[in-house]
């Protein structure tokens, strides 16, 4: 029987192409057996006959109220700053766009160090700190970086960050302000992964790069918990979702199987949409060309920093899940951002970051082509604080 009382219900990790299974006590990065190269998936001892709103009542309103569904496994590993339980606000100034949708942003700018990267960072910081780890080392487009900086400076943990030289200087700044050691490369974030993956391997640093260890995943996963909690243990319709390296989309789809599992929602799925730059559209044109893989594809400098991302590591899964949804991926102009980024920020008060922005014109666009239907509630994720792109805006 499952002890009740225990932090974390995790039992292990697997992998979902090969169903390979490794421990969750020991250092783990992807599956090498099999010739899988693919992510882990932490799974968890799913109790039945929980009711949330009971079992979750009382805790604090951060991420770690799902504690159980997260891999530490001691409470005094938890590295946190409050990151989670972010709000969904509705748009209450642009009715004459979505007419009769029904539009919900879960904003995530709140976060520690401004973006959705702290939830993932936390869960995989606390790991490595469970685990031992001392440093920790990562490629980064900007927000990555800034989260792995901060959390393993409150850990007690060396971080290394690997980020092109065209990032915005605010999130070169954050990094050193934190005391990581920060490497700028002159290319796009798969050259810095290459670096990064040479000088980790000769130094014996623990990557953490998208996808490339288990427990990002668990820690983004939590916006799925909590899309659910925050509108009564339902689901919406439709998400849309920022998609640079993915781990965000599939955690969220992780989650929804896992509270189906044990009974907090219903079989309901919402369609999920890959939103891309023009720069990097590779799973946009491998899902609408019915590949099983996306190319490696970089048209260079977009003002979505963290959408230049030329081929996710986790392609294969992302198009997976587009298609179990009957799902959607679409790309989106620097140009079309931009004007989005300015529309949402005149009009809702909200200075959000160009990969959100992105939604807000995908969004516009599946409507009037009628993919978004009548009364449908659409959910658009905005990832992080739009105040760390203003170098990249033009501001009139």
Request: charged content about 20%; glycine content about 10%; some cysteine.
């Amino acid at each position: 029987m499952l002890d009740l009382q225990v932090h974390s219900f995790i039992k292990g990790l697997v992998c979902p192409v090969c169903h390979e299974h490794y421990p969750a006590h020991v250092i783990n990065t992807f599956c090498y057996k099999n010739e899988c190269n693919t992510s882990l998936y932490a799974e968890y001892y799913l109790p039945q006959n929980l009711n949330p709103d009971e079992f979750l009542a009382g805790r604090p309103a951060n991420m770690w109220r799902y504690h159980e569904f997260l891999p530490v496994e001691s409470p005094d590993n938890v590295v946190t700053m409050g990151e989670g339980f972010t709000p969904i606000l509705p748009l209450t100034n642009l009715e004459y766009i979505t007419g009769d949708c029904e539009v919900l942003w879960k904003d995530e700018s709140g976060n520690p160090t401004g973006s959705f990267k702290a939830r993932g960072i936390g869960a995989a910081v606390s790991k490595a700190k469970e685990l031992g780890i001392t440093n920790m080392v990562t490629p980064t487009a900007g927000n990555a970086g800034g989260a792995l900086a901060a959390y393993c400076a409150r850990a007690g943990i060396k971080a290394h960050v690997y980020m092109p030289v065209k990032t915005p200087q605010v999130f070169k700044d954050e990094c050193r302000l934190y005391g990581a050691r920060l490497v700028e490369v002159d290319g796009n974030i798969a050259d810095c992964g290459k670096l990064a993956h040479q000088e980790a391997t000769a130094n014996g640093w623990f990557q953490v790069s998208t996808l490339k260890e288990p427990y990002r995943l668990e820690g983004k996963k939590t916006m799925g918990y909590e899309i659910a909690e925050q509108l009564k243990w339902q689901v919406p319709d439709v998400i849309l979702y920022p998609t640079g390296g993915g781990t965000g989309l599939l955690g969220i789809w992780k989650a929804f199987d896992e509270m189906e599992a044990m009974g907090w929602i219903g079989s309901k799925r919402p369609r999920m949409v890959t939103v891309q730059s023009e720069s990097c559209n590779g799973i946009t044109r491998a899902f609408h060309e019915g590949a099983a893989s996306a190319e490696f594809i970089d048209g260079g400098f977009t003002v979505a920093n963290g959408l230049r991302v030329p081929k996710p590591f986790a392609d294969k899964l992302i198009l997976k899940v587009l298609r179990q949804s009957n799902g959607t991926a679409i790309t989106v102009s620097d140009a079309n951002m931009e004007a989005a980024l300015k529309e949402i920020a005149a009009n809702e008060g909200m200075l959000i970051a160009p990969e959100g922005a992105a939604l807000w014109h995908a969004f516009k666009k599946l409507k009037a082509d009628g993919w978004i239907g009548s009364g449908e509630q659409v959910l658009l994720v905005n990832t992080g604080s739009g105040y760390k792109y203003l170098e990249n805006l033009k501001i009139e």
